[in-house]
């Protein structure tokens, strides 16, 4: 539920009241993009709500859990003691809360490849159990009660930090080794990991399709199988190239990411995360007796966060720390995985099985190979002869990209970022170009300065190299495709708005686009008045279809056979206006909408206009060859 205005203290358990208006979970639904409603619902989250904060009652006032108040103390006096930036760190190590963790510090952490330090899983696990456990050992109090209080302390960890697949992994896993210490039997790593993932998707079957459960279990996999080397040094480079090798399909396909300094970058970081989240353990629990004594303790620990982050800003800076690919196809997943499980055998047989370990080899390198061609198919393949436009769904806002013949590709207009608003260049048209093998833009361009239209162009400035195409105000040519700027203006960038909007025709053979941005009434005027070329195959509406745009006159000189509205879903101004829809109507345009339609997506030959909706996958063909010869 999205509460508007300041919310009153709710807490976990309480029951709640009020007017609120019910919808579907939905999200944004483009090819190979983040679905957040179908994330919802697999949470069990068919449906969310909106909500004003004066109409909210709570029912009951439970109070505080005792989980909590602990998780509550702890934030309260990390606050207290360390600067914001800090703060926000150790909170990650230990809770990980990662909300007041700067953004710049948070892509720092990514792009050097450890954010895994900042998400609780088993590293958080294994050093509570360790630390209480040798404690108690030392202090002569037997295996069996060590093995008990570590026990303890690790469940009331899970249950302060909360529910979180890796938690639950290395909880099951840490109570089965602790348990077998009481039992004085050998413990099962692998049978220990086999559980824990029957166990939590038993209760909770739609972790399966979780990241945090993939990446958790892979990388845990890759650890305990692995052949690592001896030695400190070697065998700690050893387990972070594991883990890397185990979640690389995974990391791709979700996230389009491969850390290439992460295995080193984990020597130096993953030792100080380890002592810091020792110290800020123990300064939290001293600071629940005395704050004086644990505000001792953090100011130890300072100086480690501070190198921390500066190792992690060095290693993040270093070129190619973080490079973007394609999601692999399924079949690349499946050749690289019997890979790595056909080297393992390699490795193993090679002494006791000669002649099977020589065929596990071969076999291992062929599947690794052809998992690597699949996976750089879309980086790689020739051009199509094709123009593709696509209407991506971005909510309330307007993103197109336009792929040419020749392979180039254009952006006309980023969608919503900036301030509170989610970024659309980053989670939405980034993910959208490198699945599609686009790691550099031939031009970006924003048709003008609304955060609906401009937000999102910072973050692909940032991810990508880009050309100067669309740079001017002249016709560019790619591969066949024009692309002709209808309006210009003399004001500097950053200040154009929607009058000064610039309108791009987009002309392939006999199929043609206009893409009219938020012109009004007025603009629609001046370019009948200039007798622009207008009459279009395919018209993408002005500004979101207002009531302002679209007028009688301007359609009839576009004569669009089709129509595309990029529009949010249940957006606050009523848009599409009835009376633009009707007016589209009585022109005979067909009528596609992003907050309905998901992304739309043009294909076209020059000769032949194929249209997909992508939230239903349904597919129009049109001939607009005159001669038939579609």
């Known amino acids: 539920m999205t509460l508007y ?33 179908e994330f919802l619902r697999r949470e069990g989250m068919p449906v969310v709500a909106s909500a004003r904060v004066d109409r909210l009652i709570a029912l009951d006032d439970p109070g505080l859990r005792w989980n909590v108040r602990v998780r509550r103390a702890a934030r309260e006096a990390i606050a207290r003691t360390l600067p914001p930036t800090s703060a926000a760190l150790l909170s990650g190590l230990l809770l990980g809360d990662r909300a007041d963790l700067p953004p710049e510090v948070d892509d720092g952490f990514r792009r050097a490849g450890v954010y895994h330090v900042l998400a609780v899983s088993g590293f958080n696990v294994a050093l509570i159990a360790g630390a209480v456990f040798s404690v108690l050992t030392l202090a002569r109090c037997g295996r069996r009660v060590a093995a008990v209080a570590a026990i303890a302390a690790v469940l009331g960890f899970a249950f302060v930090v909360g529910p979180e697949p890796s938690v639950l992994r290395a909880v099951v ?64 480079l050893g387990v972070s190239i594991a883990a890397q090798l185990a979640v690389l399909p995974i990391a791709l396909w979700h996230f389009n990411q491969l850390s290439t300094i992460g295995p080193i970058a984990n020597l130096g970081v993953v030792p100080l995360a380890g002592l810091a989240t020792i110290l800020g353990l123990l300064a939290v629990t001293v ?62 047989w090679r002494e006791t099985r000669p002649e099977w370990s020589r065929w596990a080899g071969a076999l291992a390198l062929g599947h690794l190979v052809v998992a690597v061609t699949i996976g750089a198919w879309p980086l790689v393949r020739p051009p199509d002869g094709r ?78 190299t880009i050309g100067d195409q669309l740079a001017g105000p002249e016709r560019i040519w790619m591969g066949g495709v024009s692309v002709l700027p209808l309006t210009a203006t003399d004001k500097p960038a950053g200040s154009r708005r929607n009058d000064d909007a610039l ?62 509205i990029s529009v949010g879903r249940r957006n606050p101004y009523g848009h599409p206006s009835p009376d633009t829809l009707a007016r589209l109507a009585a022109t005979g345009a067909r009528i596609y909408r992003t907050d309905r339609d998901g992304a739309v997506i043009f294909e076209t030959d020059g000769f032949a206009l194929t249209v997909t909706r992508w939230a239903t996958r349904e597919v129009e063909r049109f001939c607009l060859d005159p001669d038939g010869g579609c």
């Open 5 to 37: 205005g300041v919310a009153p203290p709710l807490t976990e358990g309480q029951r709640v009241a009020g007017e609120m208006r019910l919808h579907a979970a939905t999200g944004f639904r483009n090819p190979g993009g983040f679905d957040y409603g």
């Open 173 to 236: 896993m840490g109570v089965l080794v602790l348990g077998a210490v009481l039992l004085e039997r050998d413990a099962s790593v692998l049978n220990g990991l086999a559980l824990a993932a029957l166990l939590i998707l038993a209760v909770r079957p739609n972790d399966l399709a979780d990241p945090g459960f993939q990446l958790s279990f892979a990388a845990t996999a890759g650890i305990v199988l692995a052949p690592l080397p001896r030695g400190l040094v070697w065998g700690s």
């Open 287 to 348: 600071a629940f007796f005395t704050a004086a004594g644990g505000a001792v303790f953090l100011d130890a620990l300072w100086p480690l966060l501070l190198a921390m982050r500066a190792l992690v800003t060095l290693a993040a800076r270093v070129p190619g720390a973080l490079v973007h690919l394609p999601a692999p196809h399924w079949t690349a997943i499946t050749a690289y995985g019997l890979g790595l499980v056909l080297a393992l055998g390699w490795w193993r």
């Open 387 to 464: 123009l593709r436009l696509t209407v991506l769904d971005v909510g309330q806002g307007d993103a197109i990209v336009i792929q040419a013949p020749d392979g180039r590709t254009v952006v006309v207009d980023a969608g919503p970022g900036g301030g509170m608003r989610l970024d659309t260049g980053a989670r939405v048209l980034a993910p959208f170009l490198w699945n599609h093998g686009v790691l550099q833009l031939a031009g970006l361009v924003t048709t003008h300065d609304d955060q609906d239209h401009a937000g999102g162009s910072a973050a692909l400035r940032r991810e990508f």
């Open 503 to 564: 309108v791009f025709r987009v002309d392939y053979g006999a199929v043609s686009f206009l893409l009219t941005s938020d012109i009004s009434a007025e603009v629609e005027s001046r370019l009948i008045r200039a007798q622009a070329p207008l009459a279009v195959t395919v018209l993408k509406v002005a500004h979101h279809g207002a009531r302002t745009s679209s007028t009688p006159p301007f359609l009839e000189k576009v004569k669009p056979a089709l129509a595309v």
